[in-house]
């Protein structure tokens, strides 16, 4: 089973978009994969066309032991699996920290589901903060999805020197997956952002294919569909089609 933390401290920078479609792609391929949210929004089960009502227990609940992570997933897709949040989470965070082992709540609920999935995929918060922590406790390596925009790219720089201190003090076997450029658009401003990302960050971490910027994410979203689904031919599908198989064959 591999985990893979989906990360950026930046909001807008289409970590659920990227969660909800590589989710997707990876089942196409006929994998299992498992998608916990950990972003307070909740904002993965409204992706996956789930209503509020179809969610009867949520994250929270599992994180403070009062039930198993089986107690509360949802089948999202064939082949993808959801482990849901509510604003039941957001509610709760700061009561987190009084616990004990508070960092590794979430692994110790993956662990029971260990030989269950091939993939899980951790939408996390746009935020450094305990959910994130025990995201980054859990995952095995961290896929970082960075807009093309200057602040978004100077970012970059904390979040790696964040894994690094969660790998010194918490996860030593932690790794950066990469960095995927997301809602890429055909203006001269984002190609320069991608060459000067490019040029100071290539050596220090793969950067994948950019995901192209797009309309029909928006209304994918709206529709409760997967970009697959609302516009399989679109190249932002085949750009999330190729991330897939890039991540299946490393």
């Known amino acids: 089973m ?7 401290q930046k909001g807008g920078s289409a970590k659920t978009t990227t969660t ?18 950990m972003d307070p929004q909740g904002h993965l089960a409204e ?16 994180l403070e032991r009062r039930c198993q992570l089986a107690d509360i997933v949802l089948t999202a897709r064939e082949g993808v699996i959801l482990a849901p949040a509510t604003l039941e989470l957001s509610y709760k965070e700061a009561s987190f920290y009084n616990m004990k082992r508070r960092e590794d709540r979430l692994r110790q609920a993956l662990a029971e589901l260990k030989d269950t999935y091939d993939y899980v995929l951790i939408d996390c918060p746009p935020s450094l903060g305990i959910l ?12 970082i999805p960075m807009t093309a925009d200057y602040y978004a790219m100077l ?14 003090e918490i996860n030593p076997d932690l790794g950066v997956l990469g960095l995927l450029p997301t809602r890429v658009g055909r203006t001269t401003n984002a190609r320069e952002v991608l060459d000067e990302t490019r040029k100071n960050l290539s050596e220090r971490l793969r950067i ?24 399989p031919g679109s190249p932002a599908a085949l750009a999330y ?9 490393d």
């Open 47 to 62: 992706g996956f066309g789930l209503s509020p009502a179809d969610v009867a227990a949520d994250i929270s609940q599992v």
């Open 208 to 231: 994948f294919e950019p995901i192209p910027e797009t309309v029909k994410f928006r209304e994918a979203a709206g529709l409760g569909k997967t970009i697959f689904e609302h516009a």
């Open 20 to 37: 909800i479609n590589l989710a997707a792609a990876l089942a196409e391929t006929g994998r299992t994969v498992l998608a916990v949210d």
């Open 155 to 168: 970012g970059v720089d904390m979040l790696l020197a964040t894994i690094d201190e969660i790998r010194a």
């Open 2 to 8: 591999s985990v893979i933390a989906i990360l950026n």
């Open 241 to 249: 089609t190729r991330l897939a198989e890039t991540i299946l064959h």
């Open 132 to 143: 994130t922590i025990n995201a980054l406790s859990t995952a095995e390596t961290v896929l």
